[in-house]
């Protein structure tokens, strides 16, 4: 069951969790288990649920990935949510710490890329199936040889930011798919989900969801 530190935000229409490194999003089908399930049985237990609790997730982040995860708690909010999603109407900033510096402290990244096997792959705009993929980053600083980096999505590609980095020969740390050649901690990447700033779907207020950093980490 989750933990209470990892509770951001919580009422009667969302719940906002902070999401390890190497633990599912939603269930697979199979006995992993997930922060979905693990916020389920939490809902359970602080307001006393009995049967079935609805909850969906809004958005996924990888199972290497940590950060925020919202979900809705009723269909309306669901619904709403999903709404601000396909308008683009939510901001997603992650965190990355990477093992080369990229050749500016700010800039955008804009490449087209294949949903390929458990991976996304560089192509070209004429290639069959390739989606274009945008990304805006600024770096923070660095930690232990590594360059923390700030992302801001555009776009919402499969892997998006792992494929975009490793493209620019700057891979995330422990992302050895995608080239790293440095370990990180145990079944996660250094790719954090620091903060989503949404609508709330009922009071109509911005809310800001910020995930501190797992403790792996070395800020």
């Not at 909010?77 to 710490?97: D, F, G, P, T, W």
Request: proline share 5%; charged share 25%.
């Amino acid at each position: 069951m989750l933990a209470k530190d990892q509770i951001l935000f919580s009422d009667n229409h969302l719940l906002a969790v902070s999401k390890p490194g190497g633990l599912l999003t939603q269930p697979s089908g199979t006995e992993q288990d997930s922060i979905e399930a693990q916020a389920k049985e939490w809902i359970k237990a602080e307001f006393k649920k009995p049967g079935a609790v609805f909850l969906e997730a809004v958005h996924r982040i990888d199972r290497e990935v940590s950060g925020v995860v919202l979900f809705a708690r009723t269909s309306k909010a669901l619904s709403r949510m999903n709404e601000q999603m396909r308008e683009k109407k939510v901001r997603k900033i992650y965190h990355a710490l990477i093992e080369q510096p990229l050749p500016k402290n700010s800039g955008t990244l804009t490449h087209w890329l294949i949903h390929g096997d458990h991976r996304a792959l560089v192509g070209c705009e004429t290639d069959q199936d390739a989606k274009e993929a945008i990304l805006h980053y600024r770096v923070l600083g660095t930690a232990r040889k590594l360059w923390l980096v700030e992302i801001q999505l555009e776009t919402g590609r499969y892997h998006q930011i792992r494929a975009q980095l490793a493209a620019e020969g700057c891979p995330i740390a422990g992302d050895s798919k995608y080239g790293a050649s440095r370990d990180f901690a145990e079944n996660s990447i250094a790719l954090h989900h620091r903060q989503l700033e949404v609508i709330h779907p009922v009071q109509k207020t911005p809310l800001t969801l910020i995930a501190p950093y797992p403790p792996a980490w070395p800020l």
